[in-house]
């Protein structure tokens, strides 16, 4: 009897230890932008009255990902008919760029990599755009940042426009610096040798689901 009660008091602590054992933390989320059309991102300048306006326009299913179009403006005629801005292949490898009006006003062949996952804080990767210019992305640490918009955990890259001197050094021309969280996109940026800032002052996710075109 001493036995078996010595053996059910050994299964009652390993029990009461296994439920009260802390739960392993959860991985962060890996979806770093939205897929559905209509959504919607609205950006300011800290101390500034000025902003603008990001929206999903289409969505197209292929076999490497989802692809996003995104306008500026929303579409809003007031303000002249939407412009495509960016087009962004979102996949399980991460975010890739095929299309930017402001990097190249056409698409981006190859496709460029903005965010690699999984994320890896210090990875770093290059891409040769010219002979003596190349892009150098790197992950950093995750974090938890407030905006206008609200608090987000967000994972940080950053971007160096790598060019030779007439020294044997390298140095970086407008550095800039992107905050993603997930399900959201970019929640803020810094750019430019003053860290000048625009971040989220609004979300709205769309209605309309991942569809074929």
Not at 33 to 48: A, E, L
Not at 190 to 207: A, C, P, Q
Request: with cysteine.
């Amino acid at each position: 009897m001493m036995r078996l009660s010595l053996g059910i008091g050994a299964l009652v602590l390993a029990l009461g230890y296994t439920l009260s054992a802390p739960a392993p933390m959860r991985a962060m989320r890996t979806d770093f932008f939205p897929t559905k059309v209509g959504t919607k991102w609205q950006y300011g300048f800290p101390g500034s009255f000025g902003g603008f306006t990001h929206s999903i326009s289409a969505i197209e299913r292929t076999n490497r990902g989802a692809i996003v179009s995104i306008v500026t403006n929303g579409g809003d005629a007031r303000v002249g008919p939407p412009l495509l801005m960016k087009k962004i292949l979102v996949s399980e490898r991460g975010l890739e760029l095929l299309h930017d009006h402001d990097y190249t006003g056409e698409v981006v062949d190859p496709p460029l990599a903005i965010l690699k996952l999984p994320h890896k804080p210090g990875e770093a990767w290059e891409r040769k755009e010219l002979p003596w210019v190349s892009l150098r992305y790197t992950a950093r640490e995750s974090e938890v940042i407030r905006v206008p918009a609200g608090s987000f955990k967000v994972v940080r890259i950053d971007r160096e426009i790598i060019a030779p001197t007439l020294d044997p050094k390298e140095y970086a021309l407008a550095p800039e610096y992107y905050w993603y969280a997930p399900g959201v996109g970019v929640v803020k940026c810094e750019y430019g040798d003053n860290r000048n800032v625009y971040w989220l002052t609004s979300f709205t996710t769309g209605n309309a689901d991942m569809k074929n075109r």
